[in-house]
C-alpha cells in the first residue's frame, strides 16, 4: 500500500526553537506539498516541491521553509516556532504531468502545539 | 487566484438518509480538476470522489456522486443511505490542469458531517 509517512503525530515545543517536520513517500512521486490545516479555515498551501532541491512557496510560507535533498523526502522547517504557527501540519504527494488527474496522498498529520 | 467555497459549516442527517454537501468555486480556467476528500477523526485525508471539468458526465463512487454543474461553478457532494462511517469532515478541493500536478490543491474550508443513529 502506497504511503506517505509523517514523523511525528503529535509534537510540543518551545517558542523560539527551531522545529523540523519530516515527511517521506514511498510512491516515486515527483510533487510534495505541505498544507496547514486550522479550524474554520481549512487547508491553506504552505509550500510544495516538483522536485528535488526545487520549491515554490504557497499562499502562506511567511515563518516557513522547506527542503528537499532527495525525492521522498520533504521536510517543513519552522526556523524559530512561534504560538501562531500552533496547528495541524499535514503533508501531501502527488504524480507529475498533465495526464494526471489524481488527486493527492495524504499523511496523517502532525498536531504542532507551541508554548 | 482560484477560491472554494463550503457554505454549510455542518450538516446532520440520520442514518440511511441522504444528505447533500454543497461546494462553489471561481475560476477563470475551462479545465480544471474538483474533488471531494472524506477527514474522519483519524485525520487522514481519504479521497472520496473526482471529477474532470471537461467530462458533462457527472462522477459516481458507490454511495457518493456528485452535481457538477459547470456553468454555475457548483460541485455538490450527494451522499446516499448514510452510513455512520460517513461522519467526518469533508472538503472540496480545485487543481488546475494546466499546472501539470505541480500546483497546489486549492481547498474549501470544510463541512463537517454528522450521522445520527
Known amino acids: 500500500d502506497v504511503k506517505v509517512t509523517q514523523s511525528s503525530r503529535y509534537l510540543v515545543k518551545r517558542t523560539g526553537e527551531k522545529v523540523f517536520l519530516e515527511c517521506v513517500q514511498d510512491?516515486?512521486?515527483?510533487?510534495m506539498f505541505w498544507y496547514r490545516q486550522d479550524p474554520g479555515l481549512g487547508l491553506r498551501l504552505i509550500y510544495f516541491s516538483y522536485d528535488v532541491k526545487m520549491k515554490e512557496k504557497g499562499d502562506i510560507p511567511e515563518g516557513y521553509s522547506v527542503s528537499r535533498e532527495k525525492k521522498e523526502r520533504f521536510s517543513l522547517i519552522l526556523e524559530s516556532a512561534s504560538t501562531n504557527q500552533t496547528s495541524m501540519y499535514l503533508c501531501?504527494?502527488?504524480?507529475?504531468?498533465?495526464?494526471?488527474?489524481?488527486?493527492?496522498?495524504f499523511g496523517s498529520g502532525t498536531r504542532l502545539t507551541v508554548v | 487566484a482560484q477560491t472554494v467555497t463550503q457554505s454549510q459549516p455542518e450538516m446532520s442527517v440520520q442514518e440511511a438518509e441522504t444528505v447533500t454537501l454543497s461546494c462553489t468555486y471561481d475560476t477563470s480556467e475551462s479545465d480544471y480538476y474538483l474533488f471531494w476528500y472524506k477527514q474522519p477523526p483519524s485525520r487522514q485525508m481519504i479521497l472520496v470522489i473526482r471529477?474532470?471539468?471537461?467530462?458533462?458526465q457527472n462522477a459516481t463512487e458507490n454511495r457518493f456522486s456528485v452535481n457538477f454543474q459547470k456553468a454555475a461553478k457548483s460541485f455538490s457532494l450527494k451522499i446516499s443511505d448514510s452510513q455512520l462511517g460517513d461522519a467526518a469532515m469533508y472538503f472540496c478541493a480545485y487543481r488546475s490542469r494546466s499546472g501539470g500536478g505541480a500546483d497546489g490543491l486549492t481547498f474549501g474550508k470544510g463541512t463537517h458531517l454528522i450521522i445520527q443513529p
Open positions: 501531501a504527494s502527488s504524480l507529475d504531468g498533465i495526464v494526471s488527474n489524481y488527486g493527492y496522498t
Open positions: 510512491m516515486d512521486h515527483e510533487n
Open positions: 471529477q474532470e471539468a471537461y467530462k458533462q
